[in-house]
């Protein structure tokens, strides 16, 4: 089992990502581990940290990218460099509690290829970011080609190797990772865990970096934010013509000034509407040129191997 942590500025965290593997290795002892830390450009020495944290603790592969390309390209990197028979994602500021790797370990024994981990209890509990990822995660999932994207929202998640294979042959530049691992299919099934609090610094998850999510997603698995476009057109279209129809009434039976105004109001309607139609088709037709271009997702500065000898391997990239 290869375990992915990506990580970025993280070097309050490297003792305890190096305690939490110590005792995976510990508790588990019926499965090989072998640790995947991907620092994704940090600038406050988190590799090296890590270097000296996770020695002599058991498998480690500390992948260093050559700046920050964000979380998903991290954990994509960490997808490409594990040698495990499966993969599991966890995160650099320890926040899912021991009991869930048994969780998604029992789930995998079991048969399944994709385990997700769904946060029954958030560490930050109410307030416009965890609304804002709900209802997200439920317009998403009833608005893609993506039926098994789970609409609480997923935490983590768990890939066998043949998911992963197909997950690796996966070009795009702009991704969310999540939902393309529900895109291929396989065998898919749940777990949940109360998420703990965090226990160094604040998240590096921005209000920007959330939303170039939602818009990568969107445009990467769904043509429902053209459809809306198109309909909101329509409405507008059926509302501009009862306005053209009462700003003429008003011509007839009020000040000229009213019927100007309602003109006025119809046209900045219809403007907005269709700059926000060039808008939508825009993001599409970037991220194809941007795909297009095939640069690579990240790219890898350096790669460490500490921590013991390296465990056998089967899916070598």
């Known amino acids: 089992m290869s375990l992915v942590i990506p990580a970025y500025n993280e070097v309050d965290s490297a003792g305890d990502i190096a305690e939490f593997y110590a005792q995976i290795l510990s508790t588990y002892t019926d499965v090989s581990f072998e640790l995947i830390l991907v620092d994704d450009g940090s600038t406050d020495g988190t590799a090296d940290a890590l270097q000296t944290t996770l020695s002599g603790v058991g498998p480690a592969r500390i992948v260093s990218l050559s700046r920050n390309f964000g979380s998903h390209a991290g954990i994509t990197a960490g997808f490409a460099h594990a040698r495990g028979d499966a993969v599991l994602t966890l995160s650099a500021d ?20 994709i385990v997700w981990g769904l946060r029954s209890v958030r560490a930050v509990r109410k307030g416009m970011g965890e609304t804002f990822a709900r209802v997200f995660s439920r317009i998403y999932g009833a608005n893609s080609d993506v039926p098994n994207y789970p609409s609480e929202g997923p935490s983590q998640i768990l890939v066998s190797r043949a998911a992963l294979d197909a997950l690796n042959a996966m070009p795009e530049l702009n991704r969310n990772v999540l939902a393309m691992a529900a895109w291929v299919g396989f065998d898919q099934r749940r777990i949940y865990f109360e998420q703990l609090p965090r226990p160094h610094g ?116």
């Open 94 to 113: 320890r926040q899912e509690p021991l009991e869930a790797i048994g969780q998604f370990l029992e789930q995998w024994h079991a048969g399944a290829d």
């Open 202 to 317: 604040t998240s590096k998850w921005t209000t920007k970096r959330k939303m170039k999510l939602v818009v990568d997603s969107f445009v990467e698995f769904s043509h429902a934010p053209v459809e809306w476009v198109a309909w909101g057109g329509l409405l507008i279209g059926a509302i501009g013509g009862l306005l053209l129809i009462l700003a003429i009434l008003l011509a007839f039976f009020q000040p000229f000034g009213a019927a100007v105004a309602l003109l006025s109001g119809l046209i900045l309607i219809v403007g907005g509407m269709i700059l926000v139609g060039i808008g939508v088709l825009g993001e599409y037709v970037w991220r194809a040129g941007d795909d297009a271009r095939r640069r690579p997702v990240y790219v890898v500065r350096s790669i460490a191997e500490v921590g013991g000898a390296q465990p056998a391997t089967t899916g070598d990239q």
